[in-house]
């Protein structure tokens, strides 16, 4: 029988199976403390198998959102995602404005022992994308995404998106035009409820370099003001902060 999936914990004592957009997730119980985890794709063919050895007679396994940086495999030049307003904005002279983006995740499935997340697992349900920022003599990988500009909470494609929360100001004496943002995300934690995920606040701040040209820092903060769950699979923060000295 397919579960409902949502985003959280499942403990599962006999066998637990779930559709996730074609992607069918199946756990089986074998032995006494041994099950099979698999992942089937939607041709019918196993993708991921893999035996877990509890100490106990059930396990414990999390489905959580995750940056996307983890697939096809977790790789150490695309650590930032690049998305691009599908309208630019024009933000006023020392002023701030305050929107809603879009950004892809990916699916995480953990194993969790001892109040610890081990990662058995982890997919992306659309089409994966790349662009290069700056040039290619020292330009920047980044994961790539179109998103428009959103004024209230906008709905998201369920496992395939989360919402971000964009705080733009611009310290500049001249209007400034944002086309893009490039974020950071390397070791940083979702939020999720249910089936919507969320990204730490971003701060982004337009203001002139040390060289004289025009900037964005862009920070994600230690937000604590969702009344969400967040995930605990990234032990520690490499950095939340890049700054935008190529053009935005």
Request: with cysteine; hydrophobic share 40%.
């Amino acid at each position: 029988m397919l579960t409902s999936i949502k985003y959280g914990e499942y403990k599962i004592e006999s066998t637990w199976e779930s559709d996730l957009y074609g992607n069918i997730l199946k756990v089986r119980h074998t032995d006494y403390a041994r099950y099979t985890y698999e992942r089937y794709g939607s041709d019918g063919n196993v993708i991921v198998s893999k035996i877990i050895d509890s100490i106990v007679d059930n396990i414990t396994l999390c489905i959580y959102p995750l940056v996307p940086i983890y697939t096809p495999e977790k790789a150490d030049y695309a650590k930032h995602v690049m998305i691009k307003l599908k309208e630019p904005i024009v933000v006023n002279i020392r002023s701030t404005v305050e929107f809603y983006l879009k950004m892809p995740v990916e699916v995480g499935v953990f194993y969790k022992y001892d109040g610890k997340s081990m990662m058995i697992d982890a997919f992306a349900l659309r089409l994966l994308k790349y662009a290069l920022y700056g040039t290619s003599d020292n330009g920047l990988i980044c994961r790539y995404y179109e998103s428009s500009a959103y004024f209230t909470m906008p709905r998201i494609e369920p496992f395939k998106e989360c919402i971000v929360h964009i705080r733009l100001s611009n310290y500049l004496d001249k209007p400034a035009t944002i086309n893009m943002l490039v974020i950071p995300v390397d070791g940083i934690d979702l939020w999720y409820d249910g089936t919507d995920a969320l990204l730490d606040t971003v701060n982004a701040i337009i203001k002139q370099g040390i060289k004289g040209n025009d900037i964005i820092e862009v920070k994600v903060e230690e937000s604590t003001e969702y009344k969400y769950a967040k995930t605990s699979v990234n032990p520690s923060v490499a950095s939340r902060v890049y700054t935008m000295e190529l053009g935005f």
